[in-house]
């Protein structure tokens, strides 16, 4: 047992007596901890606090968590110490862990679907760039990006508009996310992530349309109160630098707490210049040439170092103000304000095509593409109610309003005309939630949701010599709107302690609804009106055989109802195509069975597996169109054949992924994970969003004070057989195979990471990634992934 630190505030007996139990390192607050005796037990809340009330006849308090290790201590010990515990966290944790599910709290021993937790001690240690990173260097998500400012996550075969981002309870998702990939993600700052949960398969019933994939939910710092009548000041901050891409961040928050309130406020500033590829790998990956205005003139230069993605970096800033009210014991309210903004951001894969129907072959396509500052702002207001009537026993009410904004800006070499446009999202949502405990053996989740977005949207043509600028298409209908209305019920009940029984279902009504602008289209109908309805459930189990082995199964299926991109979007796809809408499509359903066991082995090791099949009906996809009877249309004065979206096809997706932990000798610890999926359309075509074959193998250590991490990342090939049709296109990201063909080349990256606290003021750390130098690009994906990178980071608090 390590060292358990205790500070201590004089008090006489237990029956009035509060505690409360923090992290020895972070001090943060430890929630769902269990203190117990022969004669009672007890939980902290979310605030690490825990009255002892039902322990007043102890002579030893129990401290027992999954993710720390495990104290005793005599009450006479506590008294002269204080009632303020501070635990060390296990390195590695091999036993259950509380999740979020049914939007509450829950043991993921009585989960049937596979949910994993990323905490924020690993997210610390780690250090990501972004919130992608986060996801990525868990290993549990395959992340793809267009470009350094970006990050899309990829969840069984699926991606963007069929996976769902969850913050702080609040939907991320919007009207136009699309089916091509985004970068919403990276709004969210992972510096002040508390925790991230990955829901793998169908989370329909409890969070809705878009929620196919999987979900991925986000929680961020909250506010802490004071233990005791005086007001407490925390400071907690960050600096880092990264030499791939000479990253620079600096974070800063601070919590500021009475007995019933709180503040807390997050500032942090990144910025990165152009990313450095490795040196050992495939040569096509290399920025040979670059473009640059020189003289007035679009000129087209050779780059002196090749492996310099020129044009890639960019910088953001992240603001958060949080505040916290507690009035009465049974009533939490929570305030939340985030605000994130980009630079521009330069589409680096854009900026690396060459030729096209005008150009020859050797020339650079495009003298500018690049988004807009890319803008995130969120006002979210919490109340959490905790006194049992006749309806429930917890409730909760979310009010949120979003706002969104980006831009596409480009212009093709030589030409003077740079074309802009700009879209808008105005989100707002409620969503009332309740737990009531029907039975000892039966618990009810019930709520409903309400969402509305309305995007506004505009285009001009810009004179980047004279500056005029003349209006253009817009990409959607200014002024369409998405409506969705929900309700929902989740039914928990024991058949007895070994069987827990899960069943839910879900009611949905969505309005889509967009008039057209016939200015530069000659649009065969006026409108977008649609109404559409679905239903969704699911119903499994988890099985305790004993108390180190869970069985599960669930059956459930998930839907996703046209959005305003889907319907009513105009678009350039690149490589001749356009996109065009379609007021006729309907909404997908997955249908989905998925089963795992988690098996423990003492405290020594632990494994996990899982596997699941699912079919995608009435699939979304793009597809040849055509637009007033033609195949092909001038599009931003190019000649482009005409697609769209339809609902024209099945999909089979089957894939697995398993886990293992274990305890080699002493403080060596290793930790293995591996996803596989694969996926193809009915007509045999292999889906877009699957990804390779991947997974990741830590082996930890930890000497006294010192935590180290030595991972190996890796991925498998996708070759051109296996490329889904709209890759095979895309010759620009690819490396070429011996036929000339593009794929997705296998590859492997060895990593190093360690830590060292001088104290809570000052924690060193430092990190080697991909020390190997591999040159790699990962699936899908339109920029190499960093060279060597050596990471030194600083962090503390006082």
């Given at each position: 047992m390590r060292k358990v630190l205790l500070l201590i505030l004089l008090s006489s007996g237990l029956q009035a007596q509060q505690i409360i139990v923090k992290d020895a390192e972070t001090g943060n607050p430890i929630t769902n901890l269990y203190i117990f005796c022969d004669s009672g037990s007890t939980l902290t809340n979310k605030d690490g606090i825990a009255n002892l009330a039902a322990l007043e006849n102890c002579n030893i308090l129990n401290f027992q968590h999954p993710s720390y290790e495990s104290a005793s201590l005599t009450v006479k010990k506590v008294r002269e110490l204080n009632f303020q515990v501070y635990l060390s966290e296990s390195f590695m944790n091999l036993n259950q862990v509380e999740v979020t599910f049914n939007k509450w709290e829950e043991d993921s021993r009585e989960i049937p679907v596979e949910i994993s937790r990323i905490e924020a001690k690993e997210i610390q240690f780690q250090n990501p760039q972004t919130a992608a990173d986060l996801l990525g260097v868990s290993g549990e998500v395959f992340i793809q990006k267009s470009q350094l400012g970006g990050?899309?996550?990829?969840?069984?075969?699926?991606?963007?508009?069929?996976?769902?981002?969850?913050?702080?309870?609040?939907?991320?998702?919007?009207?136009?996310?699309?089916?091509?990939?985004?970068?919403?993600?990276?709004?969210?700052?992972?510096?002040?992530?508390?925790?991230?949960?990955?829901?793998?398969?169908?989370?329909?019933?409890i969070y809705g349309s878009d929620a196919i994939g999987g979900v991925m939910d986000f929680h961020t710092l909250t506010p802490q109160f004071s233990f005791n009548e005086r007001s407490k000041l925390?400071?907690?901050?960050?600096?880092?630098?990264?030499?791939?891409?000479?990253?620079?961040?600096?974070?800063?928050h601070f919590n500021l707490g009475g007995k019933n309130w709180a503040s807390l406020t997050s500032f942090t500033f990144t910025d990165y210049d152009d990313q450095v590829m490795g040196s050992r790998g495939p040569d096509d990956y290399l920025r040979t040439h670059y473009q640059d205005r020189v003289n007035g003139r679009d000129t087209i230069l050779i780059n002196p170092n090749p492996e310099e993605q020129i044009a890639s970096g960019y910088s953001q800033i992240n603001f958060m103000q949080k505040l916290r009210y507690r009035p009465l014991r049974e009533l939490d309210i929570n305030y939340g304000f985030h605000y994130s903004a980009t630079?521009?951001?330069?589409?680096?894969?854009?900026?690396?095509?060459?030729?096209?129907?005008?150009?020859?072959?050797?020339?650079?396509?495009?003298?500018?593409?690049?988004?807009?500052?890319?803008?995130?702002?969120?006002?979210?207001?919490?109340?959490?109610?905790?006194?049992?009537?006749?309806?429930?026993?917890?409730?909760?009410?979310?009010?949120?309003?979003?706002?969104?904004?980006?831009?596409?800006?480009?212009?093709?070499?030589?030409?003077?005309?740079?074309?802009?446009?700009?879209?808008?999202?105005?989100?707002?949502?409620?969503?009332?939630?309740?737990?009531?405990?029907?039975?000892t053996d039966s618990r009810l989740f019930y709520g409903l949701e309400y969402v509305h977005n309305k995007v506004s949207s505009s285009g001009e043509r810009i004179n980047i010599e004279t500056e005029e600028a003349n209006p253009t298409s817009s990409r959607y209908p200014d002024g369409s709107t998405w409506q969705y209305v929900a309700t929902y019920a989740n039914l928990k009940h024991e058949f007895n302690e070994k069987l827990i029984f899960n069943a839910g279902l879900r009611a949905n009504y969505v309005a889509l609804r967009g008039e057209l602008d016939s200015d530069?289209?000659?649009?065969?109908?006026?409108?977008?009106?649609?109404?559409?309805?679905?239903?969704?459930?699911?119903?499994?189990?988890?099985?305790?055989?004993?108390?180190?082995?869970?069985?599960?199964?669930?059956?459930?299926?998930?839907?996703?109802?046209?959005?305003?991109?889907?319907?009513?979007?105009?678009?350039?796809?690149?490589?001749?195509?356009?996109?065009?809408?379609?007021?006729?499509?309907?909404?997908?359903?997955?249908?989905?069975?998925?089963?795992?066991?988690?098996?423990?082995?003492?405290?020594?090791?632990?494994?996990?597996?899982?596997?699941?099949?699912?079919?995608?009906?009435?699939?979304?996809?793009?597809?040849?169109?055509?637009?007033?009877?033609?195949?092909?249309?001038?599009?931003?004065?190019?000649?482009?054949?005409?697609?769209?979206?339809?609902?024209?096809?099945?999909?089979?997706?089957?894939?697995?992924?398993?886990?293992?932990?274990?305890?080699?000798?002493?403080?060596?610890?290793?930790?293995?994970?591996?996803?596989?999926?694969?996926?193809?359309?009915?007509?045999?075509?292999?889906?877009?969003?699957?990804?390779?074959?991947?997974?990741?193998?830590?082996?930890?250590?930890?000497?006294?004070?010192?935590?180290?991490?030595?991972?190996?990342?890796?991925?498998?090939?996708?070759?051109?057989?296996?490329?889904?049709?709209?890759?095979?296109?895309?010759?620009?990201?690819?490396?070429?195979?011996?036929?000339?063909?593009?794929?997705?080349?296998?590859?492997?990256?060895?990593?190093?990471?360690?830590?060292?606290?001088?104290?809570?003021?000052?924690?060193?750390?430092?990190?080697?990634?991909?020390?190997?130098?591999?040159?790699?690009?990962?699936?899908?994906?339109?920029?190499?992934?960093?060279?060597?990178?050596?990471?030194?980071?600083?962090?503390?608090?006082?």
């Open positions: 990050g899309s996550p990829m969840l069984r075969g699926f991606s963007t508009n069929r996976v769902l981002l969850v913050v702080d309870g609040v939907r991320m998702n919007t009207a136009i996310f699309r089916e091509g990939n985004v970068q919403n993600v990276i709004s969210i700052d992972p510096n002040t992530v508390s925790s991230a949960e990955v829901i793998f398969g169908p989370g329909s019933v925390s400071i907690n901050y960050l600096a880092r630098t990264s030499s791939a891409n000479n990253e620079r961040t600096a974070h800063l630079t521009n951001v330069p589409r680096y894969d854009r900026l690396n095509l060459y030729g096209d129907r005008q150009r020859p072959l050797d020339t650079l396509r495009n003298a500018e593409w690049y988004y807009g500052p890319q803008v995130w702002i969120m006002n979210n207001l919490n109340a959490t109610y905790n006194k049992s009537n006749r309806y429930f026993d917890r409730a909760q009410a979310t009010i949120a309003h979003q706002f969104f904004e980006e831009s596409r800006n480009d212009r093709r070499i030589f030409s003077n005309t740079l074309r802009s446009r700009v879209e808008n999202v105005n989100a707002l949502s409620f969503s009332f939630d309740f737990e009531k405990q029907l039975r530069f289209f000659n649009f065969p109908f006026d409108d977008i009106n649609q109404d559409n309805f679905a239903f969704n459930g699911s119903i499994g189990i988890s099985y305790l055989a004993d108390e180190s082995l869970q069985l599960r199964a669930n059956l459930s299926n998930g839907f996703r109802a046209p959005n305003v991109d889907d319907a009513a979007k105009v678009f350039d796809s690149g490589n001749g195509l356009v996109v065009v809408p379609n007021a006729n499509l309907k909404p997908e359903f997955l249908y989905s069975f998925d089963a795992g066991l988690v098996k423990t082995f003492s405290d020594e090791a632990r494994f996990e597996a899982s596997g699941f099949i699912s079919l995608l009906n009435n699939a979304l996809v793009r597809r040849d169109f055509t637009f007033n009877g033609q195949d092909s249309i001038f599009y931003d004065d190019e000649l482009s054949q005409v697609q769209a979206l339809q609902n024209a096809d099945e999909a089979l997706v089957i894939g697995g992924q398993a886990a293992f932990w274990f305890v080699i000798i002493g403080d060596l610890e290793s930790k293995s994970s591996v996803h596989y999926t694969w996926g193809e359309t009915s007509d045999g075509q292999n889906l877009r969003h699957v990804a390779p074959l991947y997974g990741i193998t830590h082996l930890y250590y930890r000497y006294k004070k010192l935590n180290a991490d030595l991972y190996a990342v890796f991925n498998g090939e996708v070759s051109y057989q296996n490329l889904a049709p709209s890759e095979r296109d895309k010759s620009e990201i690819y490396a070429l195979d011996d036929a000339g063909n593009p794929y997705s080349p296998a590859w492997a990256t060895l990593n190093f990471k360690a830590e060292y606290p001088f104290g809570p003021k000052f924690t060193l750390q430092a990190g080697v990634e991909n020390i190997l130098d591999v040159r790699y690009q990962p699936y899908s994906s339109g920029i190499a992934a960093p060279g060597r990178n050596f990471i030194i980071a600083v962090r503390g608090s006082f």
